[in-house]
Each structure stands twice: as C-alpha cells, then as structure tokens.
C-alpha cells in the first residue's frame, strides 16, 4: 500500500533549524510532485512548498528560509527549514499528487510531524 511517513520535526528555539525527510512507498515517486503542508492551531491548511521534477515554490511565508529538495532514488523528499519562527510552529505534512490515466488527481499524506519553534 502507499505510505508517506514524516519525520525530524522537534522542538526547537526561533532562530533554530530543523530538516523534515518523507519517505514514500507503495507508488513511483518519481512520477509525483510532491508538497509539504501545514496546519497551525486554529488555521487552516497551509501550501508550504511544492516540488517537481525541475521546479520548486514557496510560501511568502517562508520564502528565503525554507528549502525543498528530492531524492528520488531514496524516494524521499526533505524540508530544510532555516531561522525558524514561533509562527512556523504547525504539524507538516508531505502531500503527493498526480493526474492518472484518466485525468483524475491522485493525491496521498503523510500522517505528519510536529514542529514546534519557542524559547
């Protein structure tokens, strides 16, 4: 079955840094973009970056302090966070997605990791 299973999120101080990694199985990763999400208490679901095969975005948010990377032999897909902020404090979740043979979205998530930035 297909599994996305997050993990390096932790606690740690603004200012601070911390790598999330996501390990896909179950589906060619390859042939996926794949995202990092997040949800803050009380916010709604947040777009952190996507990635592609040749592209990469970002929230305004986290512009210039985040970085998504892929390795597609690891099947893995990571977020370097960088200068971490208490309003970076949020579960992360790792989305892939896709159109299949019929034009349908094929979508799966990670079950998530906590981040969480405070003195």
């Known amino acids: 079955q297909v599994q996305l299973v997050e993990s390096g999120g932790g606690l740690v101080q603004p200012g601070g840094s911390l790598r999330l990694s996501c390990v896909g199985s179950?589906?060619?990763?390859?042939?996926?973009?794949m995202s990092w999400y997040r949800r803050a208490p009380g916010k709604e679901r947040e777009l952190v970056a996507p990635?592609?095969?040749?592209?990469?975005n970002y929230a305004a948010s986290v512009k210039g302090r985040f970085t998504i990377s892929r390795d597609n032999a690891k099947n893995t897909v990571y977020l370097q966070m960088n200068s971490l902020k208490p309003e970076d404090t949020a579960v992360y979740y790792c989305?892939?997605?896709?159109?299949?043979?019929?034009?349908?979205?094929?979508?799966?998530w990670g079950q998530g990791t906590q981040v969480t930035v405070s003195s």
């Open positions: 989305n892939a997605w896709a159109i299949d043979a019929y034009r349908r979205r094929v979508e799966y």
């Open positions: 990635i592609n095969s040749d592209s990469t």
């Open positions: 179950g589906f060619t990763f390859s042939n996926y973009a």
